[in-house]
C-alpha cells in the first residue's frame, strides 16, 4: 500500500493526500466499488446526500471489514435542506443510510448565497457536532466571504473547503486563504477536464521525467500544492493507479509549469460559488 502524507487543519483534524471520490458510484456496483477501494489502502471516502449513493457507501465501508474509526467518511447537506430544523433532519437522514452513529465529516454542499440560508445550515452541522452526531465539520464551494461569515456568527471556523481545483483552475488565492487560517483543500473533479488536460505537452513531459501516467501527474502536482484530491475511480486498477501518485514528488518547476495552466475560463461549468444555486 501506498504511504500517503496527511494534512492537518487548525484543530489538529487530518485528512490522507488523496481520497475516493464516488460520484455515481450507486447499488451494488458501487458498493463493491468502495470496498474495493478500502482494500486497495483508500482511507478517505466522499459521498454527498445529492448524489444518492450513501447507502451504497455505508454497504461498501461494511464489507471492507476495516474498523470503521481507521476511516474519514464524508457526505454533504445539499442546498434544499439549509433551513435548520431541515437540515437536523437531513443530517440524520445520512447517518441512517451510511449506517452509522456519527458521521466522520459533513460538509455543506454549496453556500447558495441567493437563498442565503447556508449561515442555518452551518449552525444545524455546530450543533449536531456538540451532540456528537457529527465528529469533524466543514463546508463545499465556499468563498472567502461565507467562511469569514459562519464563523463570525458563531465562532467556529471549518476544517475544510472542498472545491473545483485542477489545473485549469488552480485556485492560487483560495489556496492562500485556506493555508493562512488552517483549513484543508479538497479538490473535486481533480482532474478537470481529463480527456483535454491529459493530452497537454507539459504534463506529458513531466509524466516522462518521473515514468508515470498524465493523470498521475496531476495528481501528484495536487499533492505537491497540499491539496486533498479525490478522483472517481470504479475499477481496482484505476483506483489503485490513483493511490501510487501519492508517492510521486514533483519539482517546484514542475509544479509552476502545471499551476500555469491555469485559464481565466478554466471552470468545469457554470459554477461560480458567489451565484450557483444547488438544489
Known amino acids: 500500500m501506498t504511504a500517503l502524507a496527511h494534512f492537518t487543519a487548525h484543530n489538529g483534524f487530518a485528512l490522507p493526500a488523496l481520497g475516493l471520490g464516488t460520484y455515481a458510484l450507486d447499488g451494488d456496483a458501487g458498493a463493491e466499488a468502495v470496498a474495493g477501494a478500502i482494500g486497495a489502502g483508500y482511507r478517505l471516502i466522499d459521498s454527498a446526500f445529492n448524489y444518492e449513493n450513501e447507502g451504497s ?73 456538540q451532540r456528537g452526531t457529527v465528529r469533524q465539520i466543514g463546508v463545499s464551494n465556499f468563498l472567502p466571504e461565507h467562511l469569514e461569515r459562519i464563523e463570525r456568527e458563531t465562532g467556529v471556523r471549518p476544517v475544510v473547503n472542498q472545491i473545483e481545483v485542477h489545473p485549469y483552475f488552480p485556485q492560487d488565492e483560495q489556496l492562500a486563504y485556506h493555508r493562512q487560517h488552517g483549513i484543508l483543500t479538497e479538490a473535486w473533479s481533480p482532474l478537470g477536464r481529463a480527456k483535454e488536460l491529459l493530452q497537454e505537452r507539459v504534463i506529458g513531459e513531466v509524466a516522462s521525467a518521473h515514468g508515470i501516467s498524465p493523470a498521475q501527474t496531476v495528481l501528484a502536482w495536487h499533492v505537491a500544492r497540499e491539496t486533498v484530491a479525490i478522483p472517481k475511480a470504479s475499477s481496482l486498477a484505476h483506483q489503485q493507479s490513483n493511490l501510487e501518485a501519492g508517492a510521486v514528488s514533483l519539482t517546484a518547476d514542475e509544479v509552476a509549469a502545471i499551476t500555469a495552466l491555469g485559464r481565466a475560463d478554466g471552470r468545469l461549468f457554470d459554477a461560480d460559488p458567489a451565484t450557483h444555486e444547488e438544489s
Do not use: F, M
Open 57 to 129: 457507501v455505508g454497504r461498501g465501508v461494511r464489507a471492507s471489514g476495516l474498523e470503521a474509526s481507521e476511516l474519514i467518511v464524508t457526505t454533504k447537506l445539499p442546498g434544499r435542506h439549509h433551513r435548520r430544523e431541515k437540515a437536523r433532519t437531513s443530517i440524520e437522514e445520512s447517518r441512517s443510510r451510511l449506517g452509522v452513529d456519527a458521521i466522520d465529516l459533513h460538509l455543506i454542499h454549496w453556500p447558495n448565497p441567493h437563498q442565503d440560508e447556508y449561515l442555518q445550515a452551518w449552525e444545524a452541522l455546530v450543533e449536531a457536532q
